[in-house]
């Protein structure tokens, strides 16, 4: 498929690299590999900049198993001292996941 055919939702080739990189960026809260497979071969027919299309995958793939670690870090503990929770995880199988 040449380019010039190629028809994305509003306009996405047409939008500056930043807002490119922060719309697949976003995106990758939604489909990680969905987003990386698609940047990659737009970035191959070029109709988006290959850095545009690395750091705007990357970023958000970073960002969002960051947010994760930090989720559950602040949630994680609280949750298991729930009773319905506690029933999936021992506190002994926690420990030593832990360790």
Sequence with gaps: MQP????LPAGFQSWN???QGATLAGLTMVS???????A?????????NLPTAFW???LG???GDACLYVLARVLGRPLLRRRWAARFIAPERLKASEH
Excluded at 4 to 7: A, G, I, P, R, V
Excluded at 32 to 38: A, F, S
Excluded at 40 to 48: E, H, Q, S
């Design 4 to 7: 010039e055919t190629l028809t």
């Design 17 to 19: 690299e930043w807002a």
């Design 32 to 38: 990680e590999d969905g987003v990386t497979i698609g």
């Design 40 to 48: 990659a071969l737009l970035a191959a027919i070029g109709v988006l």
């Design 56 to 58: 705007g995958t990357y």
């Design 61 to 63: 793939i970073w960002i």
